[in-house]
């Protein structure tokens, strides 16, 4: 069981890798810029908080999860161009995610016909705990931030980023 365990951390591990290699080359694509910048799987904020999208935002906040990624925090004043640049990123995080979940459920699907059904249960719950969440979490911010980009645009003043957009 912990050899199952380990095995499924390291290889969602390695699928972020994989995720930012394709991602790399899916980002000079058109259909990048029309599509996948605007993915958005689960608009409901109820609905994220039921699959309890919040404690995969408290643990990337409060724990070294914090540091895999320094450009996605805010200083604390914000400018309209700061909401871009930090959209782009969350994009980049979000779609490198969404690979890697693809990668580890096309391996874990592979194990299924194999007949090794408790690592590929295993392996499926890591991967969206490490992949898929992380992926709605920056839907969900990327709303938060659009909704920001808003304000922006009808008061044409700085907003200070504790105010009004608590982003991770």
């Known amino acids: ?61 409060n724990t070294f999860f914090k540091f895999f990624n320094p450009k996605l925090r805010m200083n604390n004043k914000v400018e309209p161009n700061d909401l871009n640049i930090l959209r782009n990123e969350m994009t980049l995080a979000e ?6 979940f693809i990668a580890v459920a096309i391996f874990a699907l592979s194990m299924v016909f194999k007949g090794k059904y ?11 705990l490490m992949n898929l969440y992380p992926s709605l979490l920056q839907q969900e911010n990327k709303r938060r931030i659009d909704k920001l980009k808003k304000v922006f645009t009808r008061n044409h003043v700085s907003v200070t980023a504790t105010e009004s957009l608590n982003i991770s």
């Open 118 to 128: 408790l690592p590929a249960f295993i392996m499926m719950m890591l991967n969206t």
């Open 95 to 100: 779609i490198n995610h969404l690979i890697a």
């Open 1 to 61: 069981m912990i050899r199952h365990l380990t095995n499924g951390i390291s290889i969602v591990f390695i699928s972020w890798i994989v995720g930012m290699i394709i991602n790399a080359f899916l980002i000079k694509t058109k259909r990048y810029q029309e599509k996948l910048t605007n993915l958005n799987f689960i608009k409901s904020k109820k609905i994220n908080k039921l699959i309890g999208i919040g404690l995969i935002k408290w643990t990337v906040k």
